[in-house]
């Protein structure tokens, strides 16, 4: 087992990106096993690429932050059951809290 080399942070990972360049890109982030990648998403091409057992779900409220396994959350197998399932979370109803002075 090769070891890991570099781990390279992405935000947001479709936003700067072409659509042709975003296909091509997600594929070598696949292929490429000396290197890890923690990007975020909400491009369905690139969730539909990624492994769900590599999935992570990323919740905040107020200043906490919690990761928790995407395993955790008990998802069909199918994709879009899935991904409907995941946009639909509770966790992401309550939204982020912003006090007026």
């Not at 990106?17 to 975003?22: E, R, Y």
């Not at 998802?75 to 409907?84: G, N």
């Amino acid at each position: 087992m090769a070891s890991l080399e570099l781990v390279i942070l992405i935000d947001e990972f479709e936003n700067s990106l072409d659509v042709n360049s975003i296909d091509i890109l997600t594929d070598l982030l696949i292929e490429n096993k000396n290197i890890q990648f923690i990007i975020t998403s909400h491009y369905p091409y690139i969730i539909n690429k990624l492994a769900m057992e590599h999935g992570k779900i990323i919740t905040r409220q107020g200043n906490v932050v919690t990761a928790k396994d995407i395993k955790e959350y008990n998802l069909p197998k199918s994709r879009h059951q899935a991904f409907m399932e995941l946009i639909n979370l509770n966790d992401y109803r309550e939204g982020i809290l912003v006090e007026s002075i």
